[in-house]
């Protein structure tokens, strides 16, 4: 997760969303430790993956929709 006191706790950016059976979403969230990855169930964190750049999360979240999601 995202650093508790992180000033850009709340910056994300939506990646893909997926509506069956129940809505799933990714975002990549911007923290000071580095870009997060996030597969969210409603508030249900699913996955969490941290990176070192943008482009990486990218690839990765494009991966997990053709892979898994």
């Not at 650093?3 to 990646?15: I, S």
């Not at 990549?28 to 409603?42: D, I, N, Y």
């Not at 964190?45 to 999360?57: D, I, K």
Request: contains cysteine; aromatic residues 8%; hydrophobic residues 35%.
């Amino acid at each position: 997760m995202a650093c508790v006191h992180c000033p850009y706790q709340q910056n994300y950016e939506l990646l893909w969303t997926r509506d069956s059976p129940s809505e799933l979403i990714c975002v990549m969230l911007r923290c000071c430790a580095g870009p997060e990855l996030q597969v969210r169930r409603g508030r249900e964190v699913l996955r969490s993956e941290f990176y070192r750049t943008h482009a990486e999360v990218r690839a990765r979240a494009e991966q997990l929709r053709r892979e898994h999601f």
